[in-house]
């Protein structure tokens, strides 16, 4: 007889054990030898009769109920000391699979609804599925309010809260940014970044999943050689260690936690040089409070022991870490791991804080029935627990995906698929629920007061969520606040509030001074580790600390005095990307003096090139381009050489084709010695595939002294003699009106939020009539045209900024010259370019309650500004007048200034101010 059942197919990255449809008995074995031959999890089994087993009938014969929440509530044990809340439930979330806070208060939950839907796992592709955003509007602590924020999308699998908007990992493969630009929770603009779980589409359990935002401001990923960064609204990708299968966490101390389906957890301190070592969870075992026959393979001799359940985990999916939380410190460094397929969470204790924890006691509680059980443990077989994390009240959040089947149909056996079948585990589908763990004695902390408070806040939730807003919101107006943390906050605020400061480029090197004399060992390791940020190379340690360094050798905490000896010596140990297991060409070992070049170059290029260029040479996308087989790495010399010493801004073309999404300016390396520069070159100009003539240390040292007075990075058209500069990807031309839809559709405020009181529209014309904060064009802009009109109220001040980062930026000043108290100054007068260029004391300017054209025009390097249709201001940056006027200006402590590209941004300087006709084209 033919099967009538096809290959069954499930998306979970780690549940690996449980299926069936209610048949009779007689069809069951009637259909049992083509039936076997159809599941694809029945591959693996060399000894085909052990399928036929139907072993679950001695301990579990009966169909698994359904309990509601409250019912499954009473089935839960766990440890003593703390209790179990719901949170959420069914029908406000369905099949959830992951759930993250926002600083609002606001659970997001992504949702798997067409996973598995049947034993067959039909329609999995179906866009059925959402992401939901949960609010407990009484305070009770119970979601009682859930907005739909992105719907009938394809099982979204994990997602992040970044500046503007939410990245979402969607089941299609595509990791999208989902904005709300109307203040509604809902998504009503989609923009796809990069290819994110494309996997997914064919295997949903072996897929990237994470976006876990840790301190070095990366957000990592499980099933994953990479990491993602959201910067100035693109996707910056990198390169990174492979880990686990389902779930990531962090520490307090930078320490990175993973799974997979078999082990509880592993550990690794890549972020921290790897200084720490990898310890993990030294032993599988489990300890259920109810039979385990719903596994995969549980009809294996020995899997399933005398009392029914299994004794070796197989379906890890998710962790968590108490780290500085609400469990306090008897709990520390606790790692929390599910297991869905046992219906239990385990909890693994450090044998001693932080850095000194070499392994963890499995922490295990008496049973009357079982004889021990893990830290929560459900009689329901319908509980599963497959992701969780810590809140922002410190407490443990487990998403409960609350279903029978949990096994991809990739993978399902046709042991599993009967069982399942008669046990009735593929029924009632489209459940699902949050629980908190929470101590019995649980005292809440209060939210910190702004973003640089929070930086401070007992909780590592906090101090995350708002390193992570101020260096993806990169908030350099608060580097005052941010440098005072630094300096003489608590020890793990001054950690955070110095990884801030380099996410943002923006750490001096008194403060890595100040830190590497502190009494606490973490402040010592995070000034060494992040030393190399203040002089813009962050893979080499600067010798001026190296007397520092020596001085914490004889630290009593090995670790440090272990890192200090590694860094003074032999500067930073090698960081991942650096780590290239590279392939010389054979023509290049014939030759001992290419190969001394290849050699050298290849350790000076992973020091300095490949964080961003990549090990491989393909470079990293919207931050460099590929080196590999390139017109400019086989073209002449003196290019590279010129590109290496003077660094270059684009746009430009590589072999023939406009480069895209990568920044205008590639940084100088005139820091690096002839020698350094001319093996980096041959290395390049040899590996990968290329090959083209070694470049020699005279020819570096010739064109050094022959442009000794450039400073400035080259142009394509100076370096490759091409009279037309290459144009720039964006559509040139191209004018966008940018309030022609009458609304701030196209704008939001400096932090982040709507548009709201403050700023209003009224017949095309833009007013801000009340406090309101600035407000930015939700796109940035490096080269473009701005046209605008403009009048102010009387002593009004306000103004447009450009280039910009945060509040800060370049500024066309907008002031009633005659009564603002600005007038003494002549670069503070309307038409200026404030603090640099003063407009001319002859300029036209209309008088308070009239329009005023304005126009700004930024191309390259050129800076240039009109007021009723004359030129007033026009400055070169870099150039020797501007870094007269830029020493003398306020802005003098912010490198770069001037050449970033940003958001336009209008300012709420507190006065009436009005615009319109606002029109801008990139150039």
């Known amino acids: 007889m ?64 359904f309990l509601e929440p409250e019912e499954t509530a009473m089935t839960f044990k766990i440890a003593p000391g703390f209790r179990i809340e719901l949170v959420a439930a069914a029908p406000m979330i369905k099949d959830p699979v992951f759930a993250e806070f ?21 329609n999995d592709h179906d866009p059925i599925s959402r992401v939901q955003v949960l609010e407990d509007t009484d305070g009770d602590g119970r979601m009682d309010k859930a907005t739909t ?44 970044m990069v290819e994110y779980a494309k996997a997914a589409l064919g295997n949903i359990e072996h897929a990237e999943n994470g976006l876990h935002y840790a301190i070095d401001n990366w957000m990592y990923n499980s099933k994953s050689e990479r990491r993602l960064k959201w910067a100035a609204g693109q996707v910056v990708v990198d390169a990174t260690k492979s880990r686990g299968q389902w779930g990531v966490s962090t520490d307090a101390f930078g320490r990175l936690y993973h799974n997979s389906n078999s082990a509880w957890f592993f550990t690794d301190s890549e972020i921290y040089d790897r200084q720490y070592g990898d310890p993990k969870a030294d032993t599988k075992e489990v300890r259920a409070i109810r039979t385990n026959t719903a596994m995969n393979r549980a009809y294996k001799p020995g899997m399933i022991q005398k009392d029914g359940r299994i004794n070796s985990v197989t379906s890890i999916s998710g962790l968590a870490v108490h780290s500085h939380g609400a469990f306090g410190e008897k709990w520390e460094g606790v790692v929390f791991s599910f297991s869905p397929g046992t219906n239990t969470v385990g909890a693994f204790k450090p044998d001693a804080p932080m850095p000194d924890t070499k392994k963890y006691e499995h922490l295990l509680y008496d049973d009357k029935k079982w004889t021990k059980r893990e830290f929560l443990a459900s009689t329901d077989e319908r509980f599963r627990p497959v992701n969780g994390s810590f809140g922002p009240d410190g407490c443990l959040y487990i998403v409960d995906m609350n279903r029978g089947i949990i096994q991809d149909k990739n993978f399902l056996t046709s042991y599993l698929r009967r069982q399942s079948e008669e046990r009735e585990l593929d029924k009632f589908i489209g459940k699902g629920r949050i629980w908190r763990v929470v101590p019995e004695d649980h005292k809440p902390e209060e939210a910190p007061g702004d973003l640089v408070d929070g930086l401070s806040h007992p909780y590592l939730w906090w101090r995350l969520a708002s390193q992570k807003r101020i260096v993806e919101g990169n908030k350099k107006d608060l580097l005052p606040a941010i440098t005072e943390v630094a300096m003489n906050g608590s020890s793990h605020g001054r950690a955070h509030a110095m990884w801030t400061l380099a996410g943002i480029q923006s750490l001096k090197k008194e403060v890595i001074d100040r830190n590497l004399s502190d009494d606490d060992w973490f402040v010592n390791l995070t000034a060494l580790r ?113 590109v290496a010493l003077n660094g270059l801004t684009g746009p430009i073309k590589v072999n023939g084709e406009t480069v895209k999404n990568v920044p205008p300016i590639m940084p100088p390396h005139m820091f690096l010695t002839d020698q350094q520069i001319a093996d980096t070159l041959t290395y390049v100009r040899s590996a990968w595939g290329n090959k083209a ?39 040139e031309g191209k004018t966008t009106d940018l309030f022609a839809s009458g609304d701030f559709s196209l704008w939001q405020r400096v932090d982040g939020k709507p548009v709201g009181e403050g700023w209003k529209i009224e017949d095309g014309v833009v007013h801000r009539y009340g406090k309101g904060k600035d407000i930015v064009t939700k796109e940035s802009y490096g080269d473009f045209e701005l046209t605008f009109e403009w009048k102010i109220s009387k002593a009004g001040n306000s103004g447009v900024k450009y280039r910009t980062r945060g509040s800060l930026g370049l500024e066309y000043q907008v002031l ?20 640099l260029v003063a407009a001319p004391d002859d300029k036209k300017v209309n008088p308070v309650g009239e329009w005023n054209s304005a126009k700004i025009r930024v191309k390259g390097n050129l800076i240039e500004q009109w007021l009723n249709g004359e030129k007033i201001v026009s400055v070169e940056w870099g150039s020797d007048d501007w870094k007269a006027r830029f020493a003398k200006s306020k802005y003098k402590k912010h490198e770069g200034f001037g050449s970033w590209a940003g958001p336009i941004l209008l300012q709420d300087h507190q006065d009436p101010v009005w615009f319109r006709n606002m029109k801008v084209r990139k150039l």
């Open 693 to 731: 003539e070694a470049v020699k240390a005279d020819q570096v040292k010739a064109f050094r002294a022959e442009n000794s007075q450039r400073f400035l990075p080259w142009t394509e058209a100076e370096l490759r003699g091409d009279a037309t500069p290459t144009p720039s990807p964006e559509s």
């Open 149 to 192: 924020f992105l719907d009938q999308v394809l099982n979204p699998r994990s997602l992040s809260i970044v500046e503007g908007g939410a990245l979402v990992a969607l089941g299609d493969g595509n990791l999208v940014f989902c904005e709300d630009t109307d203040g509604d929770l809902v998504a009503d603009k989609q923009t796809p």
């Open 2 to 65: 033919k099967s009538k059942y096809r290959a069954v197919f499930l998306p979970f990255p780690i549940l690996m054990k449980l299926f069936t449809r209610t048949l009779p008995l007689l069809v069951l074995v009637t259909l049992l030898p083509s039936f076997v031959a159809a599941q694809n999890g029945d591959k693996k089994e060399k000894e085909k009769e052990l399928l036929n087993s139907t072993n679950w009938r001695k301990w579990a014969p009966d169909p698994a109920p």
């Open 530 to 642: 992040l030393a190399g940020e203040t002089s813009g190379v962050s893979n080499l340690f600067p010798k001026e600390f190296t007397e520092a360094a020596e001085k914490l050798e004889g630290k009593e905490v090995s670790v440090l005095s272990s890192y200090a000896k590694t860094v003074s010596t032999k500067g930073y140990p090698d960081r991942f990307a650096s780590v290239y297991k590279d392939k010389m060409p054979d023509w290049v070992k014939k030759d001992k003096g290419l190969n001394k070049a290849y050699v050298s170059g290849l350790t000076t290029y992973s020091q300095f090139c490949a964080a961003c260029h990549q090990p491989h040479g393909k470079g990293m996308i919207n931050i460099a381009p590929s080196l590999v087989k390139s017109d400019w790495v086989s073209g002449e010399p003196n290019v590279m050489i010129a």
């Open 816 to 835: 009633d010259d005659e009564e603002h108290p600005d007038n003494e100054k002549p670069t503070h007068r309307a038409g200026s370019l404030y603090e």
């Open 102 to 122: 926002d600083m609002e208060g606001r659970l997001w939950v992504c949702e798997f609804q067409s996973y598995m839907m049947d034993a067959d796992g039909s």
